[in-house]
C-alpha cells in the first residue's frame, strides 16, 4: 500500500469546517483513499473512503485531487466531540496489492477549541 | 448490532506471565483482526482470520503471541512469559468480507500493561 503524509496537528474553532489533509503522491490506479478517526481511549472508527470522485455521508466529506496524489477530509461542522486523532490510509480494493489489513500512520490530532 | 467487544478492557500482568484476550466480533463478520497500539503510534497489524482460518500473519507476532479463532466466531489472543514490552493497548476489528470494501469495526480494545 501506498504511503501518506499528515501534518502532526491542527485546531479548528467549533461550528467551523475542519479541512484536514492527506498527500498520497505514490498511490496506484487501483488504491482507495480511507479515513478513519480514533477518539481518545476508544477504537478506530470508520468514517469515508474513495477512489478519484468526491464523495459525502452524514459524517464527512472526501475531496481528492484530480491526479490522485492528495486529499482532503472535510468535517463541515466541527463540534467538540470530533477532537480524536484523523487517519488517512490507502489501500488496494482489488487485484494486485489487495490487502485486507490496514497500515496506519500516525495521523493528525485536530483539536476542536470552543 | 452490538459492535465489536473486548474483554478485559484493562490487564496489568507480571513480566513473564501469560495472559489471553478475547474478542466478539460483530455476529455475521467473517473476518477478524488483531492490531497493537502503542502509545503515539497508530495501530500495527498483527493477524487476521477468515472464519477459523488464519490468513496472515505480521512478523510483531512472535513465537509468544499465538491466536485463534476456533469456530468462526469469537477469537482469543494470548501472549506467553509478557515483556515490558508487550504493554499496549490490543484491538481487534471485524469486516463482513474479505475485500476491502468493507470496512472495518473497532473493539474498544484491552489495553495490558506488564510490570
Known amino acids: 500500500d501506498a504511503k501518506t503524509t499528515q501534518p502532526t496537528s491542527m485546531d479548528c474553532a467549533e461550528g467551523r469546517a475542519a479541512n484536514l489533509p492527506c498527500n498520497h503522491s505514490?498511490?496506484?490506479?487501483?488504491?482507495?483513499v480511507y479515513w478513519y478517526r480514533q477518539i481518545h481511549s476508544q477504537g478506530p472508527q470508520y468514517i469515508i473512503h474513495?477512489?478519484?470522485n468526491n464523495e459525502t455521508n452524514e459524517m464527512a466529506s472526501l475531496i481528492i485531487t484530480e491526479d490522485r496524489k492528495s486529499s482532503t477530509l472535510i468535517l463541515p461542522h466541527a463540534t467538540l466531540r470530533d477532537t480524536a486523532v484523523y487517519y488517512c490510509?490507502?489501500?488496494?480494493?482489488?487485484?494486485?496489492?489487495?490487502?485486507?489489513?490496514?497500515?496506519f500512520g500516525k495521523g493528525i490530532t485536530l483539536s476542536v477549541r470552543p | 448490532d452490538t459492535g465489536v467487544s473486548q474483554n478485559p478492557r484493562h490487564k496489568i500482568t507480571k513480566r513473564g506471565q501469560n495472559v489471553t484476550f478475547r474478542c466478539d466480533p460483530i455476529?455475521?463478520?467473517?473476518?477478524l483482526y488483531w492490531y497493537r497500539q502503542t502509545l503515539g503510534q497508530g495501530p500495527e497489524f498483527l493477524t487476521y482470520?477468515?472464519?477459523?482460518?488464519?490468513?496472515?500473519k505480521s512478523r510483531l507476532l512472535s513465537d509468544r503471541f499465538s491466536a485463534e479463532r476456533p469456530k468462526g466466531s469469537f477469537s482469543t489472543l494470548e501472549i506467553q512469559r509478557t515483556e515490558q514490552g508487550d504493554s499496549a493497548m490490543y484491538l481487534c476489528?471485524?469486516?463482513?468480507?474479505?475485500?476491502?470494501?468493507?470496512?472495518?469495526?473497532f473493539g474498544p480494545g484491552t489495553r495490558l500493561t506488564v510490570t
Open positions: 482470520f477468515q472464519n477459523e482460518a488464519q490468513l496472515e
Open positions: 490510509i490507502v489501500r488496494a480494493q482489488r487485484g494486485i496489492g489487495a490487502n485486507s489489513k490496514l497500515t
Open positions: 474513495g477512489l478519484k
Open positions: 455476529s455475521e463478520h467473517n473476518r
Open positions: 476489528a471485524s469486516s463482513l468480507g474479505g475485500g476491502s470494501t468493507y470496512e472495518q469495526y
Open positions: 505514490t498511490i496506484s490506479g487501483n488504491e482507495y
